[in-house]
């Protein structure tokens, strides 16, 4: 199992709709939970972070589930401003990298 | 200059040459990385420094080497360039080497051809 896994997606929704991403991880002992956002040949930028209460920004929500290892993130009333790839991001414990990065989900918001 | 600077933006570079790719950051971050990113792939970490004076290895680091002379500058050279390291490359920092948030640079996109 990847340490970090993601639907690639595309998810292609219309203006105006929720939609949500998943990510699972595989290391139960990780503690740090982020969420990037990267536009098309452009760099990562972190979105939020994710806490263990569930956290919301505006009309980003994300929430963590440690029973069974996983993240998401829900955005709400979608702009076409939000068409991006998502990175679901965790801490790792094995290698030489502090953080893992999932290949992201690519999200397309169509007027 | 604010946040993280790569220099060049892209670059075509002819198989077997060398290649250093710069890094700077004005944050007095302690923590720098190198990753590659590839369709498919994700980012790929090559080379990390979590403070200066110290490298070390990531997942990728074949064909790569770094240097950590000072808190602000992380130089990646590639010694004798191969097609297989055509890739954006992304230099990244955090103020800690644990698990920190990371801020990264605009990327280079490299081309071996």
């Known amino acids: 199992r990847k340490e970090v896994e993601q639907d690639p997606g595309p998810f292609n929704v219309p203006e105006g709709a929720t939609v949500a991403f998943n990510c699972t991880y595989s290391n139960s002992a990780s503690q740090s939970f982020f969420w990037y956002r990267q536009d098309c040949r452009k760099e990562p930028k972190l979105l939020m972070s994710v806490y263990s209460s569930g956290n919301e920004d505006g009309r980003f929500t994300a929430q963590l589930n440690r029973a069974s290892q996983y993240i998401s993130l829900l955005i709400r009333d979608s702009k076409l401003s939000d068409s991006a790839t998502y990175l679901c991001v965790v801490n790792s414990y094995s290698g030489n990298t502090p953080l893992v990065f999932g290949k992201g989900t690519r999200l397309s918001v169509i007027a | 200059i604010a946040g993280i600077t790569q220099a060049p933006t892209s670059q075509i570079l002819a198989a077997g040459r060398r290649m250093t790719l710069r890094c700077t950051q004005d944050?007095?971050?302690?923590?720098m990385y190198w990753y590659r990113q590839d369709l498919g792939l994700g980012l790929r970490l090559i080379h990390y420094s979590n403070t200066a004076g110290t490298t070390g290895k990531g997942e990728v680091p074949d064909g790569y080497s770094v240097s950590r002379a000072n808190t602000d500058d992380f130089p990646l050279t590639l010694a004798s360039a191969v097609p297989s390291q055509t890739s954006v490359y992304f230099c990244?920092?955090?103020?800690?080497?644990?698990?920190?948030?990371?801020?990264f640079g605009p990327g280079t996109r490299l081309t071996v051809l």
């Open positions: 944050m007095r971050h302690n923590a």
């Open positions: 990244a920092s955090s103020d800690s080497a644990g698990p920190d948030t990371q801020y």
